[in-house]
């Protein structure tokens, strides 16, 4: 199929939304990084803008217990459900399924808030099979593994997603995932698949340590470790040269996008130094590529930063156009976000007016070159 053909296809169906208020009264903790509000953010900003019809928004289904041992444990699901009910676990509990730990905190919603995600992600994935765009910001969770938490991560929504793909009868799926940390449990659900290529660009030495360049994932991984500072001219370069050839030499029959907001300049988790203009390029061309579409959401700490991507994000599937300046009451809403850090007391003007982040460009370094041709000769 060409790519022509398959632009054309995406435009018969129009992009459909997924969230849920459950992510705006849930926290896991005030001094967590995920005490920031996201989802909700991205809501009402795309709302307020006049993106976010009722038409194109699905409240997201928790997933029952049983859809969920598609990828984790039953005794894993037990544990999590029993965490959230006593809001305590055990010594045993923690030890086993790193639940109750400072990563992966109790707190009132432990278990709904995940299940939340993933039933977002699994239902958009059943959409999707039958063609189509959906996104699901909510989701992203990409350090779950089948018997524990990870990373933020209780659930692995990505992974599920991918296999409900699969169960619906799809045999080449593209994951592609440009989060600011390796996605370590999804490679691991699918390591040397022949029907899902995973390509993860992700900063070079930062937890959870995993995704080296020379790692494959048993044949179907493409890993690039970038250092800190990656600009926009060099994410170009990557999604041109390495991101955009192995996704399509893969010929996916989806294609599954995990959005992460933690590469960006202003993100306290990370050192890469992108503007959202490199998030929303990828998300375009992949909508040419393929007629079904999953974007997913994933890190973002800085709670500016994030709403303003996703909501780009968004813009982007729906083929809205941008404004250069928001209007007055969509920038209210960016003015009632407050942040405990530093950078959170007098956030740039920028941050409350616009959506676009001012271009990061700078030089291509050498090693961003030869890591990008390894890996562009292997496809």
Known sequence: MTTRMRADSLTMEQPLFIGSEIYRGSTYGSKHPLAIPRVSTVIDLCRALGWLPPERYRASPRAKPAALTLFHTPEYIRALQEAERRQQVSEAIRARHALGT???????????????????????????????????????????????????????????????????????????DIDAHHCDGVEAAFHGSNAVRMISVHEARRWPFTGTLEDDGGGSAFNLPVRRGLNDDEFALILDQMILPAVAAHRPE?????????????????????????????????????????????????????????????????????PNHLPPEVQSILR????????????????????????????????????????????
Request: charged share 20%; net charge positive.
């Open 336 to 379: 009632a976000l407050t942040w405990r850090r530093a950078a959170g007391r007098t956030p740039p003007e920028p941050w409350l007016t616009t959506l676009r982040d001012a271009p990061h460009p700078g030089p291509i370094r050498d090693e961003i070159r030869a890591d990008v041709q390894k890996l562009a000769d292997r496809i």
């Open 102 to 176: 400072i990563s992966n905190p109790v707190f009132p919603e432990m278990y709904r808030r995940p299940a939340t995600a993933a039933g977002g992600s699994m239902l958009g994935a059943e959409l999707i099979a039958k063609g189509g765009v959906v996104y699901n910001p909510g989701g992203g969770t990409h350090h779950g593994f089948p018997d524990r938490a990870g990373g933020f991560c209780y659930l692995n929504d990505p992974a599920l997603a991918i296999r409900t793909l699969l169960n619906k009868g799809l045999s080449r799926i593209a994951y592609v």
């Open 254 to 322: 989806a294609i599954v996008l995990q959005c992460g907001a933690d590469a960006v300049a202003e993100d306290p988790l990370s050192r890469l130094a992108l503007s959202n203009n490199a998030h929303w390029r990828v998300v375009a061309a992949l909508h040419m590529l393929t007629p079904r579409l999953l974007v997913l959401g994933g890190g973002g700490y800085n709670p500016w930063a994030v709403a303003r991507l996703w909501s780009g994000v968004w813009a982007t599937l729906s083929g809205h156009e941008i």
